[in-house]
């Protein structure tokens, strides 16, 4: 009862966390209904299925589960047999998807999902997909297409296919997407078995058939029905659900960071305001222990609180950020928002549990106020820093300095980890240590205009002498503010230099050939571009040994003569240290098809990019896996390359560099844009209210200074001038702290690029961000004041 009374006397105490609270939950509540409502779904195309049988699942050389190791036709076989067997089935069917595209008007007809689009006729049967007009496939120059594709039945239809363009006949049209031929020439297509699908009669048992099925696979592979079958999703479907989990993620760990960070701050601040209350209860005989959990119980209260508003405004702002990542084209295209229990769970446990975390600081320091603080005035005991913060931000620090070190040593891939996760900890760093800077910044910033003979700079400099504890809980969300819009818009900065500038350096001369409006090039395309690199990939499957399990991995087949040697693969050095294999060693390599061939390690040689980590002959590549297309290919200068081929372009070296890294530019900049305004927008929030928080508990002050002569507008300029002080120091370690960071990106992205990076920053971000802040902490600060020395005119 004395948690909630205290709550409720001291509401506007409680006000900043709460908000904080609010926020931060409503953020977490909509990232998680949007990541709950993107889960994989049934497709369309496998509605018509009871069940779905599935080759066992192939570990990469990380140890994570992936892809599945396709069945070969002499596996599929008796599997089939057996599963059309099994009662109440009507039909067992191999369902294939490959590469097909149909070429109107000289282009490629728009697919984003034409890398799949390819079936045979049995496959039509699994939604069911209806024939409309005309009649199945059965030669292998035929084919049944999409009434939407406007293709008359007998009409000739060029489809491109992963040998490039041919000529079909359509001679039927179906109710749903996809182009669908005769099975001889699917099974051509793609010779390796990945699913078999059970269509089971009307009114069968579900259960009984799985159970059955189960039996007939034993130890070959599983079985998926009811919601199972959405692991089957086409690439690019799970592409974007991909870049969507990745983007709501970051969201969401960036909220959680800031949430954890304001609160703490403002708990800390509140409570360091109380100490004369806790040093009352103490006179009065309240135990350390009890103190503890009286603030903490206050914190759980506020969270609590905090945490079912979130959860409200959290459902009501999920549509927005739908609407927003369906812009950025991140999320499957038919999703719909669902509103499931578990993300408001866990985002109110999520609250409640950051606030009481938060709120342990502020506990710990309130347990060791002593009786006699109740005769002190509760500002006077934020004179500096103790041993233990002095312990805890040395730790920090120093921990923050060897992970910016890091940065600029880590691999591609995890350098932008490395960068936030050692900014995060500067951060905290600059947070704990921000009082031993305050007193001599303030005597700096405030020596200039000393000579002017006025007593407010003195007043300015006195209170952030006096009072540095309080002054560094005002500038801890400044920091985050600053720090994260500096080192986010300056990653993106220093990537929009770094990458493309890299990527031409390494094509520099050569011409390439790239897809436009297809997923990749056919082999006519290759045909036309005789010379130059032109890699073929696939995903194959590794077996060190009879009795291990099989590594998947990719796998590009090279017509380079260095590498495009039969029956020989040549590695890179970390492939070949996680597969336990060196030079002149055999080993049995199952592809696409579900045929293993044996082939000699060539060679072991570092890794590079370029080359790919497990190399083999071109001709090996296609002869096992005919739906493969073919990458960009680097056509040298002394070569003519040609793009007289539909559905390709030809790029210089500029080019191409800026347009492969403008493909992923635009989602980049978008979710650096995101989290810069959540970081700034909520420290906004969190400045304001502790400004607010602290011109109320200066009422005091306020008022001597107003008996002694001072006008409204004198106290109003120097509480102005106070705070503009605070912003000013807590945005100047916001930038120094990201500094370190993203110079040890610059530096690793300058020599992963081969290219001279430099540190680069967004000025207008860092202003944006700087300006955001100050506004809202003088016009909060200002309010207060305001209304406080009103209230005492009175």
Known sequence: ???????????????????AVLVGVALITATLVIYDSARPEVRPRYAGTAALALPEQALDIDGS????????????????????????????????????QAVKGGKP???????ESGHGWDSARLAPYRLVAGRPPSAVN?????????????SELTVNITEGRRQFTVVGTVDGPGYYFSEAFAARQQPGVRAIALIADTGADTGAIVADARSVLGDKGSLVSGDGRAELQPAHIEH?????????????????FTTVFVVASMLVLSTGMRRREIGLLRTIGAAPAQIRRMILGE????????????????????????????GLDVLPPDMQVTVAAWPLLTASATGVGVTVIGAWTAGRRAARVAPVEALLDSRSVNKGMGRGRWIAGSAVLGSGVLLALGTATSRADNRINMAILATMTLIVAAALLAPVFVAPLGRFLTAPFNRGGSAGPVLIRAELVANPGRAASLMAPVIAAVGFAVLLSGMVETMRVAYPAGDALKVSGRTIVTPDGTPGNTDEVVAANPVGKAALPTRAFVVKDAKGSPTVLDVLGSRDPKWNKPGEAVLGERTARGLGLKKDQNVSVRFADGIAVTLRVGAVLPDDPARGDFVVARDLVRAHDPAALTDDI???????ATDS?????????AEYALADYNTDAQLTDSLASMLIVIAVGYSVIAVANSMAMAAHGRRRDFGVMKSAGGTVRQLLLIAAGETVLVIAVGAALGVLVTLAPLAGMAAGLSEATSSDVGLRLDTGAIATAVVGTLLAAVVAGIAVTSRTLRRQGT
């Open 299 to 326: 914190a759980a209260v506020v969270g609590l609180l905090g945490s079912i508003a979130g959860c409200v405004a959290g459902v009501a702002a999920t549509p927005l950020l739908h609407s927003i990542l369906g």
């Open 634 to 640: 680097f056509v040298p200068g002394d070569a003519k």
């Open 109 to 115: 007809v728009a697919d984003e999902g034409a890398l």
């Open 142 to 154: 035929e084919v049944v297409v999409d009434r939407a594709l406007g293709a008359a039945v007998g």
């Open 65 to 100: 589960l992936e892809d599945r190791v396709p069945w070969s036709k002499s596996e599929a076989e008796p599997l089939l047999a057996g599963l059309e067997k099994v009662p109440d089935v009507a039909d067992a069917v191999v369902d294939r998807a490959f590469y097909a």
């Open 645 to 653: 081929v539909p559905g390709t372009a030809l790029h210089d070296a």
């Open 1 to 19: 009862m004395l948690i909630l009374a205290n709550v409720r006397e001291r509401w506007s105490g409680f006000l900043g966390a709460f908000i």
């Open 240 to 256: 974007k659900r991909f870049l969507g989990v990745q983007l709501i993620s970051a969201m969401a760990v960036l909220g959680l």
